[in-house]
């Protein structure tokens, strides 16, 4: 079952601090954040795993509450570079080998 | 260290003719996954390969599509006939592990 992400798009100052939200009906093992840019490939930014965990590298984190099945990724004090589409990918694990499951993604642009 | 190559970038066919892409993984990943990506969508897995095996080809069009990773290295992506509705961007990504994938710059099919 597709993730859903929130918003589907919002428009920044450069400065100014971003919450996209991602949230499964299934229980996770993991969630995936993956940055697009523009007839561009699909880069990783982090990944999440069963526990509750937070993590984050420069300006970008993200947090995963497993109870409610949802993560959100946390960009703060934006810059033009992070400009793109962010999708969050999404995996049950119930048994063996389960894909990841991506969301419609959120458009981020960032402005001067 | 070298990325996920795709080849070719761009690829424009009228409907019920074929069209074959492929892929070279990052040396060393055992896992290769092929997604297709419609526009304003996020990338849904067509099948994924553990070294030469398919783990999981579920939501391939097994009437049209077809994939193979003979040596478990390089794989190729085969739509025979293609249709109007299979115009996207076909990414393939590989990884070490089940956790990050690595994705390619990807194909940009238009059936016409």
């Known amino acids: 079952q597709q993730p859903v992400q929130s918003p589907q798009a919002v428009i920044l100052r450069e400065g100014e601090d971003a919450v996209i939200n991602c949230s499964s009906s299934?229980?996770?093992?993991?969630v995936h954040w993956y940055r697009q840019k523009h007839g561009e490939a699909p880069v990783f930014l982090m990944i999440?795993?069963?526990?509750?965990e937070q993590k984050g590298h420069d300006k970008i984190s993200a947090s995963f509450n497993e109870k409610k099945q949802q993560s959100s990724l946390y960009l703060t004090a934006s810059q033009l570079s992070y400009s793109g589409t962010y999708f969050c990918?999404?995996?049950?694990?119930?048994?063996?080998?389960?894909?990841?499951?991506f969301g419609k993604g959120t458009r981020l642009s960032v402005i001067a | 260290e070298a990325g996920v190559a795709q080849s070719p970038r761009y690829k424009i066919i009228e409907k019920r003719q074929s069209v074959a892409f492929w892929c070279n993984p990052i040396s060393g990943h055992a896992t290769l996954y092929w997604y297709q990506q419609i526009l304003g969508q996020g990338p849904k897995l067509l099948i994924q390969?553990?070294?030469?095996?398919?783990?999981?080809d579920s939501q391939l069009p097994k009437d049209r599509f077809s994939a193979e990773r003979l040596k478990g290295v390089d794989s190729t992506l085969k739509i025979q006939p293609a249709k109007l509705e299979d115009s996207a961007v076909y990414l393939c990504?590989?990884?070490?592990?089940?956790?990050?994938?690595?994705f390619g710059p990807g194909t940009r099919l238009l059936v016409l």
């Open positions: 990504a590989s990884s070490s592990t089940q956790e990050t994938q690595y």
């Open positions: 990918g999404t995996e049950a694990r119930v048994s063996g080998n389960t894909p990841l499951v």
């Open positions: 999440l795993l069963k526990g509750g």
């Open positions: 390969f553990q070294n030469n095996g398919v783990v999981d």
């Open positions: 299934k229980a996770l093992y993991s």
